[in-house]
């Protein structure tokens, strides 16, 4: 098992070759040649890497035994490969994600050839595996996909998985009803505003004036060596300075009209993961709760789990006691955001989802994106995992008792499925489910690429939802920190656009050198930038069908991408242009790659 271990470590830092990554998107993204280079170099990495330490490790040893040995194949990958000072980042890497991995890899039973498939290092040309889906399944131990039956939702009794290991009884979601308190929006005008954040990543330690660019994983502190001064509101390879939370929290305070609800999809600390605890993981998560909670005292603020706060960084699994913890304190931190209702706080607390009625024929859904995350390693367990099949039979519950209420849902989450950033099972988990209930849900709402995003839920037999996903607070990833408010109709439920703000950093930095303090600005709104009528799925499809038509406004979503960060005149050719519309029109990653592999042509 060490071997294996070893393997997966060194996979997960041939992975970095495909980015640097940034909540599964690159920090810059590469050219076709590019990606494929890239990819051809770290499935090679990680295959080599496979072989020559089943060769060299002894299974007799300790993981601590190994350590050295693994420190030095992943600092070889991070100086040689991808850049970075890997004798700074490697122990505290190793450390952190060793025990994991062995702990998963410990107790699973499976093979080790099709790691590097399963982490999308690797496609069926460098892994010899022609039955993909087998192979994930293998890796996985069952991630479980529900086939939801056809029948009407008032029968819909099971939901089957391919190991047929898991029955759903029929929903008794109504029999918490009873806890629920008054509905918690007020009454008010025709349009509920819903504002939402996305990926804060607060760096207490940002210093001004410190190296921007390090050679580190994230830079802006004022011990790093390296080079481009960081601005007083920030830089696109740091986290967010304090000075432009407060900014942005100070903005939102100024809006007119005030939001009615704030949803926030997820991940507060930074990104330095090779330092964190999970005593830093707490500390940063209440400061920032708490701060919020002080600056927006008449607001409520939805939360979800993101993958950033657990510790290590994207692993978690229900069943450990440190997770079990991590839960209960999210809950009572967010007490201070959400006066959450009896069994809305019990779930919470046991596996980080939630259910919420906001007024009469309304209510929002959070759910935990952790277990979809390709970096989770506790994801080998899931077979055996009593959590994770309990969070997905609480979300059908949920749904079918929605449906069968006639109510409206705003689901949210911190991970969007797609763009070989999430296991496959969770995307085909998430295309079944909007596919039965997709009539019900008016919004699927996340974060966690830092990138201004969407994708269609949709498949040869129709169209079912379309995922929006929000930019980025935090700077990191070459974005201007961003937020968003969505315009509602109260009677129908349905999102009729937004207006997306985002704080000009190049522009925000000058002006603080005069003594001016900058302001967020409006960017763009749906209708004018877009032509939108609304936020359905069809006015959605209809724009990626622009795209694939060529039509110039496929520049202008690209533009918007990354926060308007980059040169408004830059052009996209061809093969930017079949990057977006496979991006947008699949969730399912392995679809998503054959759309890249076509060519233009034949979009």
């Not at 949803?263 to 701060?291: A, M, R, S």
């Not at 959590?387 to 997905?392: A, F, K, N, S």
């Not at 929605?402 to 999430?422: F, N, W």
Request: overall charge negative; proline content about 6%; some cysteine.
């Amino acid at each position: 098992m060490h071997k294996i271990s070893t393997v997966v470590v060194v996979a997960v830092c041939c992975g970095l070759l495909q980015g640097p990554w940034v909540g599964g998107i690159p920090l810059s993204p590469p050219s076709n040649g590019e990606a494929r280079d890239r990819g051809d170099i770290s499935c090679t990495l990680c295959l080599a890497a496979l072989e020559v330490i089943q060769d060299v490790a002894d299974s007799n040893k300790t993981l601590e035994d190994l350590f050295p040995l693994l420190e030095e194949v992943c600092v070889l990958v991070m100086d040689d490969a991808v850049g970075w000072y890997g004798s700074y980042l490697c122990p505290g890497f190793i450390h952190s994600y060793g025990p994991v991995i062995q702990y998963s890899l410990a107790h699973a039973v499976i093979e080790p050839r099709p790691i590097c498939q399963a982490l999308h290092l690797c496609d069926q040309q460098h892994t010899n595996l022609r039955d993909i889906p087998a192979a994930f399944h293998s890796i996985h131990h069952s991630i479980e996909q529900l086939k939801l039956s056809s029948k009407p939702s008032s029968q819909r009794e099971t939901v089957d998985t391919p190991s047929q290991r898991w029955r759903v009884l029929k929903s008794t979601a109504g029999d918490s009803k009873q806890h629920r308190p008054s509905d918690q929006l007020k009454d008010g005008s025709d349009t509920i505003t819903i504002l939402q954040l996305a990926d804060i990543h607060l760096d207490k330690l940002y210093s001004e004036g410190s190296p921007s660019t390090c050679h580190l994983y994230v830079c802006c502190r004022s011990w790093y060596n390296g080079t481009d001064p960081a601005g007083h509101y920030g830089a696109f390879k740091c986290d967010l300075p304090m000075v432009t939370l407060e900014l942005l929290l100070d903005t939102i305070n100024q809006l007119d009209p005030q939001p009615d609800f704030i949803v926030y999809t997820g991940d507060i600390p930074p990104h330095d993961i090779w330092n964190e605890t999970w005593n830093t993981q707490f500390e940063n998560i209440k400061f920032v709760v708490d701060l919020m909670a002080e600056k927006l005292p008449n607001i409520t603020i939805y939360p979800a789990m993101g993958n950033h706060e657990t510790w290590p960084v994207s692993e978690y699994i229900g069943t450990l006691s440190q997770y079990q913890h991590l839960t209960q304190q999210l809950a009572q931190y967010w007490k201070k955001w959400v006066e959450f209702p009896p069994d809305a706080l019990a779930s919470l607390a046991k596996g980080g989802y939630y259910n919420i009625k906001l007024e009469q024929g309304f209510r929002l859904v959070a759910f935990n994106s952790d277990y979809g995350d390709i970096l989770n390693f506790y994801a080998f367990l899931n077979e055996d995992n009593q959590y994770y099949h309990e969070q997905w039979k609480w979300l059908t519950d949920q749904l079918t008792a929605a449906e069968q209420a006639g109510e409206k849902v705003l689901l949210m989450a911190h991970i969007p499925p797609g763009h070989r950033s999430t296991v496959s099972m969770y995307e085909e988990f998430y295309l079944n489910l909007t596919r039965h209930f997709g009539s019900i849900i008016v919004g699927h709402l996340f974060g966690h690429t830092h990138s201004d995003q969407f994708r269609l839920v949709q498949d040869k037999d129709g169209l079912y939802g379309v995922l929006m996903v929000a930019p980025s607070v935090t700077p990191y990833g070459h974005m201007n920190p961003s937020f968003r408010v969505f315009s509602m109709n109260r009677s129908s439920h349905q999102l009729l656009g937004y207006h997306q703000y985002h704080l000009n950093l190049t522009k925000a930095n000058e002006l603080a050198i005069q003594g001016i303090q900058p302001q967020f600005e409006l960017a763009y709104t749906t209708s004018q930038e877009y032509g939108l009528k609304d936020l359905s799925p069809q006015s959605w499809a209809t724009l990626a069908k622009r795209f694939e038509q060529g039509d110039p406004i496929v520049a202008d979503y690209n533009y918007n991408l990354h926060g308007r960060s980059e040169p408004s005149d830059m052009l996209c050719d061809a093969s930017c242009r079949k990057e977006t519309v496979c991006a947008v029109t699949h969730i399912l990653s392995e679809n998503y790659v054959k759309c890249r592999e076509q060519s233009s042509e034949h979009l």
